[in-house]
Structures are given as structure tokens and as C-alpha cells.
């Protein structure tokens, strides 16, 4: 009989943890769904005017709706430099 109560003990508390880590993960989801979201609203380092991604030559750069700065993501001036092939001036000052 002792067997049993051990093994309803183990289930009891493998029930226990397995909400919890349910818990655990919607709440992670949530948290990261509201990141995402705050991620499109990005501000302009410059003005604090709103920063509205855009196409150029395929690739997504993003531009200030006030200052019309531009800003670049990790690798976005590689491809850049990489696409001008044909000796422009950007590739002259960056290449």
C-alpha cells in the first residue's frame, strides 16, 4: 500500500510542476508577443520622430518620418556596398 501512495505522491507532484511550467511558458508567450509588438514602433536616435521602414533596392532600411535620417541594421551597409557594382560613389566611400 505504501507503494501506491509513493507513486500518487510522484503523479501529484509531476501534475504540479508540469502547470507550473505551462504557466511558465504562456507567460513567456505573452511577454513576447508584446515585445514584438513594441518593436515596430521604433523612435529616431536623432529626433525621437518615428522610424518607418522602407525598401531600397530590396533591402529594408529604415528612414525618420521628422529628421529623414536613415538608419541602418546590422549588415543592411554590406549589402549596400555589395550591390554596387557598378563603382558608385557609395562604394567609393564605404568600400
Do not use: H
Not at 1 to 23: K, P, S, T, V, W
Not at 34 to 43: E, I, Y
Amino acid at each position: 500500500m505504501a507503494i501506491d501512495l509513493d507513486d500518487r505522491g510522484r503523479a501529484l507532484e509531476n501534475d504540479y510542476f508540469r502547470r507550473r511550467e505551462q504557466e511558465l511558458i504562456e507567460k513567456m508567450k505573452s511577454k513576447m508577443s508584446a515585445d514584438n509588438a513594441q518593436s515596430g514602433n521604433l523612435q529616431c536616435p536623432k529626433c525621437d520622430g518615428k522610424l518607418v521602414e522602407t525598401n531600397y533596392e530590396n533591402i529594408k532600411i529604415d528612414v525618420c518620418e521628422s529628421c529623414t535620417g536613415v538608419w541602418l541594421d546590422a549588415g543592411e551597409l554590406a549589402q549596400i556596398i555589395d550591390k554596387d557594382t557598378n563603382g558608385g560613389w557609395f562604394g567609393k566611400v564605404f568600400g
